[in-house]
C-alpha cells in the first residue's frame, strides 16, 4: 500500500451545456425516442451513446479505449498488457488514426499524427458525462474529418438545457475514490462541483494512476486534472474549462514472439525485451541487463472557452476558442549503427548508445456555429479554423564508443506547420411529425481546407524531407429516417475524405534534392459510406440491425511493419471495401436481470492486391534467397470478421453485478493473409461488482473488479515483417495481455 494516497479530484464533471454543444440535432431525437429502459448504452442504427455512469462503472484505472469494450465493432489494444499506458483501439478495423475524435466539439487527434493519445489523458471519464460513438463518416460538427468513425465526448451535460434559474439545476458536491488491484495498480481520485451564488458553477478534479503493467518495465506513473468554472444565465453561458496531465511509462512496443505471447512451454508471458542487452565479466561470463529507463515522458495542457448565447426560442449562437501545448520526450538505450545518429565519415559500426527524441507541439483555433430549431426544420452553419506547430528534434546523450560527442548532441531536427479549416451547413427536416409517426430527411455539406508544411530531416535515415502539400475535400451527407411506434428505419450515404498523416510520408516519400521531385507520396483518402438499418423499440426490450458498405478508393491499410517507435508502416491500395452487419439487442428480463448484446460479422477486402515478400533461408542465418509475391484478392489487417458483446446486468438491494464477454475473431497481422502471421481468436469474460451501502446523506460504494476471470492467454495485437523463411513461417511480434487480473476499491459522494 505504499502508493496509497489521496489527491484532489472530480466526482462530477461539468454540469451544464448549451445546445450547440449537442453532437447532432438528428442524434439528440433520436435517442430520446428509441431507447430500451436502462441499456448498457443507447443504440440507434450506427451510433451508439453512454453516459457517464456507464463509461466509470468499471473505471479502475484503465484509458478509455477499454472502458469502451461494450460498443459494437471496437476492439481495444495495449502495449503494457493491463490497457493503462498506450492503448488504442480500431471500430470496423479502422486504426485510430482514422478516427475523429473531438471534446466539447474540439478536436483531440493530433494534427500530425492524426492520433489521440489517452495515456496523456488518464481518468478523463470521470470528467464526462457523455460520449456518442458513431461507425461510419460523422456528421461536420464530429471534427474536421469524421473518416471510418468518429467519437464526440462531453464534460458537459446536453440533457441540462438552459433554464430561468439554473442554480436549481444540480447541488454542490464532493467526491473520492480509490481502488488497488494486481500489478500494484492504483487509480485515486478526489474532485468536486460547486454551486456558486449568482448563476457561477465550478468543477474540479485531480486524478492519480500507477500500475507496474502486466509486462515487466512498462510501468506507468500517470497524473491528470479537470477543471472548469462558468456562467449559466437565461440565455448566455460562458465557460472556461483547463485540464490536462503528464505521463512516464515504461516501453512495451517492441513486442514479443508468438510462443511467449501465448505461454507455450511454460514461457514467461510477462517477458519484455525492451532496453535489453548484454554484458560481459571479467571471467569471460555474459549477463543480459537492462536500462533501467526506457521509458517514454510526456506533458499536455489544454485550455477551452466556451461561448453560448440564445438570441430567441429558436436562434442560438456558439464560439469555442482552444489551445492545446504538449512537450516530452522518449528515451531509448539501443544498439545502433552510426549512421543512424547521423555520424558519418567513420567506419559505420553497431554501438549502444542512449538517445531522446522530443516533441514540442502546439495547436490552437476556433470553433463557430449558429443554429436554428423549429417544429418542422433544424438548420445548422458553422465552420472551424485550427493551426499547428511542432517541433520534433533527437539528441543523443550516451555513446558506447571513443567518439566524443558535444553535450546532448543533436543529431536530428525537423519541425511541421498545419492549417486545417472547414465551413460546413446542414439540416434536419421533420417532413412528418406527429405523436407516433415522423418522418425525418437531413443533409451535411462541407468544405474543407487543409495545408501540411514540414522541413529538415527525417529521423531514422538522416535524409532531408521539403515538404508543401494542399488539400481540397468536399464531403456531402444525406439521409433519411422514418419512425412509427417505437420502428425506426434509417438510411443515409456520405463521402469522406482525409490527408496523410506524417508517419505515411515519413515511411513512404523519397526526396531528390537534386531535382527537387519526390517519389512514393501518398495519396489522400476517400471513402463512400453507405448504411441502412432499423430499430425496434419496447418498454422492456429493444432490438436493432444495421448493414454498412464503406468502400474505399486508395484507403491507407497497415502493413503489419513498424518503425522504431511503435508507429505501423502503411500504403494505399487502389481498391478496398468494408461491409458488415451489426446486430444490437437489450431486454430487461426481470426487474433485477438485464441482457445487451451485440455482434458484427463483416467482409473486409483488398482487390487486387500486389505484395513483393523477401525469402530468407532461415532464422538462424537470414540469408537472401529471392522474392515471392502475393496477387489477388485478400483480407485487410486488423480486420476482424466476427466481433460480439454479451452482458448481463443484475440488480438486487444495493447490488449491481455485470458479466461482460468480448469474443474477437482471428485477425491477420498483413495484407496477405498468411496463417503463420495471424493473431488468434479470443475471448475474454469480465466481472464487476458494485454495492451501494444504504447510508443517508452520502453515495457510498464499494467496488470489485474481475478481468478476463477465465484467464485466456491472448494478445490483441502485433506485427510483421515483410518477410518469409523457406519453411513457410514469418518473423512477427506480439502484445501480451493480462490474464486474470482483480481491482477493489471504493469511492464516496456527499
Not at 301 to 316: D, E, K, P
Request: hydrophobic share 35%.
Amino acid at each position: 500500500m505504499k502508493h496509497f494516497t489521496i489527491f484532489l479530484s472530480a466526482a462530477l464533471a461539468a454540469s451544464v451545456v448549451a445546445y450547440a454543444q449537442t453532437d447532432t440535432i438528428l442524434l439528440t431525437r433520436q435517442l430520446d425516442e428509441v431507447t430500451v429502459n436502462a441499456p448498457v448504452a443507447q443504440v440507434t442504427n450506427n451510433h451508439t451513446a453512454l453516459t457517464n455512469e456507464q463509461l466509470n462503472q468499471s473505471n479502475t484505472g484503465q484509458n478509455l479505449p477499454f472502458l469502451l469494450s461494450s460498443t459494437p465493432a471496437l476492439v481495444a489494444t495495449s502495449d503494457d498488457g493491463l490497457g493503462i499506458g498506450y492503448t488504442y483501439f480500431r471500430i470496423r478495423g479502422t486504426d485510430h488514426t482514422r478516427i475523429n475524435m473531438t471534446l466539447n466539439d474540439v478536436p483531440l487527434n493530433d494534427s500530425e499524427s492524426q492520433t489521440v493519445f489517452w495515456v496523456n489523458m488518464t481518468d478523463m471519464a470521470s470528467s464526462m458525462t457523455s460520449l456518442n460513438v458513431q461507425r461510419g463518416v460523422g456528421t461536420s460538427t464530429n471534427g474536421s474529418a469524421s473518416f471510418g468513425a468518429s467519437i464526440n465526448m462531453s464534460t458537459s451535460s446536453p440533457h441540462h438545457l438552459i433554464t430561468s434559474s439554473p442554480d436549481s439545476i444540480l447541488a454542490s458536491s464532493v467526491g473520492l475514490s480509490f481502488n488497488g488491484g494486481m500489478y500494484n495498480t492504483f487509480r485515486e481520485m478526489v474532485g468536486a462541483h460547486i454551486v456558486l451564488p449568482n448563476h457561477w458553477r465550478a468543477n474540479a478534479r485531480f486524478s492519480k494512476v500507477n500500475s507496474d503493467g502486466f509486462l515487466y518495465r512498462t510501468a506507468s506513473d500517470l497524473y491528470s486534472y479537470y477543471g472548469d468554472l462558468g456562467w449559466y444565465g437565461a440565455r448566455t453561458q460562458i465557460v472556461a474549462r483547463f485540464f490536462g496531465g503528464s505521463e512516464k511509462t515504461g516501453m512495451g512496443w517492441d513486442g514479443v514472439d508468438y510462443n511467449t505471447a501465448y505461454g507455450v512451454d511454460g514461457a514467461d508471458r510477462r517477458y519484455n525485451p525492451a532496453g535489453e542487452y548484454t554484458v560481459s565479466a571479467s571471467d569471460g561470463s555474459d549477463s543480459t541487463v537492462y536500462y533501467p529507463n526506457q521509458t517514454d515522458n510526456y506533458a499536455q495542457q489544454h485550455a477551452q472557452l466556451f461561448v453560448n448565447h440564445r438570441f430567441t426560442n429558436n436562434w442560438s449562437l456558439s464560439a469555442t476558442a482552444h489551445y492545446t501545448h504538449g512537450a516530452g520526450y522518449y528515451e531509448q538505450y539501443k544498439r545502433k549503427k552510426l549512421s543512424y545518429w547521423g555520424l558519418l565519415g567513420v567506419e559505420d559500426r553497431k554501438v549502444y548508445g542512449m538517445y531522446r527524441k522530443h516533441l514540442d507541439n502546439h495547436f490552437f483555433g476556433g470553433v463557430l456555429s449558429a443554429k436554428y430549431v423549429s417544429e418542422a426544420i433544424d438548420m445548422q452553419l458553422g465552420g472551424a479554423a485550427n493551426y499547428y506547430m511542432g517541433d520534433h528534434f533527437g539528441t543523443l546523450n550516451y555513446l558506447e564508443d571513443t567518439l566524443i560527442l558535444p553535450i546532448d548532441y543533436e543529431y536530428y531536427r525537423n519541425d511541421a506547420q498545419k492549417t486545417d479549416a472547414n465551413v460546413y451547413a446542414k439540416a434536419n427536416w421533420r417532413i412528418i411529425h406527429r405523436a407516433q409517426e415522423k418522418l425525418s430527411l437531413y443533409a451535411d455539406l462541407q468544405y474543407r481546407y487543409v495545408r501540411y508544411e514540414r522541413n529538415g530531416m527525417n529521423d531514422e535515415d538522416m535524409t532531408d524531407l521539403p515538404l508543401k502539400v494542399d488539400f481540397h475535400f468536399f464531403n456531402p451527407k444525406a439521409g433519411l429516417t422514418y419512425q412509427n411506434r417505437g420502428h425506426m428505419l434509417a438510411a443515409s450515404f456520405a463521402i469522406a475524405n482525409r490527408e496523410p498523416s506524417r508517419n505515411n510520408y515519413k515511411e513512404n516519400v523519397v526526396y531528390d534534392a537534386a531535382t527537387g521531385t519526390y517519389a512514393g507520396l501518398p495519396h489522400a483518402e476517400r471513402l463512400y459510406d453507405y448504411e441502412l438499418g432499423y430499430t425496434y423499440s419496447h418498454s422492456r426490450f429493444a432490438v436493432g440491425a444495421n448493414l454498412y458498405l464503406m468502400d474505399y478508393d486508395n484507403q491507407l491499410v497497415l502493413t503489419g511493419e513498424y518503425n522504431d517507435v511503435g508507429a505501423y508502416k502503411t500504403k494505399n491500395v487502389k481498391d478496398s471495401y468494408r461491409m458488415g452487419a451489426e446486430i444490437t439487442a437489450g431486454v430487461k428480463i426481470t426487474d433485477w436481470l438485464r441482457w445487451d448484446m451485440n455482434v458484427v460479422a463483416s467482409r473486409n477486402k483488398i482487390l487486387n492486391y500486389h505484395q513483393y515478400i523477401d525469402l530468407y533461408d532461415d532464422q538462424d542465418n537470414w540469408n537472401w534467397v529471392g522474392q515471392d509475391s502475393v496477387v489477388g484478392t485478400t483480407t485487410i489487417a486488423f480486420s476482424p470478421s466476427i466481433t460480439a458483446m454479451s452482458l448481463f446486468t443484475f440488480e438486487v438491494v444495493g447490488l449491481t453485478a455485470t458479466v461482460q464477454t468480448n469474443v474477437v475473431s482471428k485477425q491477420y497481422l498483413d495484407n496477405t493473409e498468411d496463417e503463420n502471421a495471424m493473431l488468434r481468436a479470443y475471448s475474454t469474460t469480465n466481472v464487476n461488482l458494485q454495492y451501494l451501502l444504504p447510508i443517508s446523506q452520502l453515495d457510498i460504494r464499494l467496488l470489485c473488479q474481475l478481468n478476463n476471470i477465465f484467464d485466456a492467454k491472448y494478445a490483441n495485437n502485433g506485427g510483421a515483417e515483410a518477410s518469409r523463411f523457406m519453411d513457410g513461417s514469418r518473423c512477427c511480434w506480439y502484445y501480451a495481455q493480462a490474464g486474470i487480473n482483480v481491482h477493489a476499491g471504493f469511492s464516496i459522494k456527499f
